[in-house]
């Protein structure tokens, strides 16, 4: 027979948020906001034919929607305790 002291006890993963967001997610995101404000900003100055609303606000803001949002969502900064050390 063997003891229940012998058997080792799984523990399930604990659960914790999906996403974690941390202060430097959210200045990321404020910039993507600034970024996408100057984006519009750009598009409505002059006429609809002209080099600011033509070409440089679209960049800006692709810029912003495809780039920066998507990084203040997933960036996750390197953890001092995930990192194993050795010895």
Same mark, same amino acid.
């Given at each position: 027979m063997q003891n229940k002291k012998d058997?080792?006890?799984k523990?399930? %993963?604990q659960k914790g948020p999906l996403i974690s967001l941390t202060a430097?997610?959210?200045r990321i995101f404020g *910039? $993507?906001?600034l970024v996408l404000i100057v984006g519009y *900003?750009?598009?409505s100055i002059g006429p609809a034919s002209s080099f600011w609303s033509l070409t440089? $606000?679209?960049i800006i803001l692709v810029i912003g929607y495809c780039i920066l949002i998507p990084l203040a969502i997933f960036y996750?900064? %390197?953890n001092k305790d995930?990192?194993?050390k050795s010895g």
């Open positions: 058997k080792t006890v523990r399930k %993963p430097r997610n959210y *910039i $993507a906001v *900003i750009f598009m440089l $606000a679209p996750k900064s %390197p995930s990192v194993r």
